[in-house]
């Protein structure tokens, strides 16, 4: 079984509809991290958390928000969907003092 | 700031050809550098790394030097596959305090033909 799993894989919406999106861990990390990924973008770190109740804001948080209720869920909600937050979105998990992440496989998510 | 910058894409090369993949950086103090590598489908997973100057990284046929005199961290294969195939990040995470966030390059795209 995979240790960081995303649900749902693949998501089509409409604009203004509120989505979420999960992240669960099995590695028992403590950090834990969304991404956004578009072409030729790379990357952009959205929120990540360091521990339970903890959230921080990442590069790109406006229009996002995020959960972290339990160490191994940390779950990403789009209040009111627009087209451009159209993106594939990554969760990734790390232990502290240890810089490696560890990737979900991704949630590819469609805003019309 | 920390940025990463790597070579635009896509590269396409010919089977047991020569890979380079240029990544440059900019940081304050000594990071640690990574390559990550995305194949079709699949999140992100780590290629190598290296956390101190002149550290060579290595795993499946590929290598990376720290450089801290270039600020470099070039990706290179002596003979590609197919199966390499993939989108190649660079990034690097500051070392010590509460961070230890990445920083990734825009990623570049390699093909390898048969």
């Known amino acids: 079984d995979a240790d960081v799993t995303q649900t749902p894989r693949n998501r089509i919406t409409k604009t203004g509809k509120r989505i979420m999106l999960e992240c669960s861990q099995t590695?028992?990390?403590?950090?834990m991290y969304w991404y956004r990924q578009d072409p030729g973008l790379g990357l952009r770190l959205i929120y990540y958390?360091?521990?339970?109740?903890?959230?921080n804001k990442g590069e790109i948080s406006d229009g996002y928000s995020v959960s972290r209720q339990a160490q191994a869920k940390f779950s990403l909600s789009l209040e009111s969907a627009i087209p451009n937050q159209t993106a594939l979105y990554f969760c990734a998990t790390s232990f502290p003092g240890i810089n490696e992440q560890f990737f979900g496989p991704g949630t590819r998510l469609t805003v019309l | 700031g920390n940025s990463v910058t790597q070579m635009e894409g896509p590269v396409t090369l010919s089977e047991e050809a020569f890979l380079t993949i240029n990544c440059t950086y900019t940081a304050t103090g000594y990071p640690s550098l990574f390559w990550y590598v995305q194949y079709p489908g699949e999140g992100l997973q780590l290629l190598l790394k290296?956390?101190?100057?002149?550290d060579k990284g290595s795993n499946k046929g590929f290598e990376a030097t720290y450089r801290k005199e270039t600020t470099s961290f070039h990706l290179e294969k002596g003979s590609v596959q197919v199966s390499d195939s993939a989108v190649y990040f660079c990034?690097?995470?500051?070392?010590?305090?509460?961070?230890?966030?990445?920083?990734f390059g825009k990623g570049t795209k390699l093909s390898v033909k048969p």
């Open positions: 590695k028992g990390h403590d950090r």
């Open positions: 290296a956390t101190k100057a002149d």
């Open positions: 958390s360091f521990d339970v109740k903890d959230i």
């Open positions: 990034a690097l995470s500051k070392n010590g305090g509460s961070q230890g966030n990445l920083i």
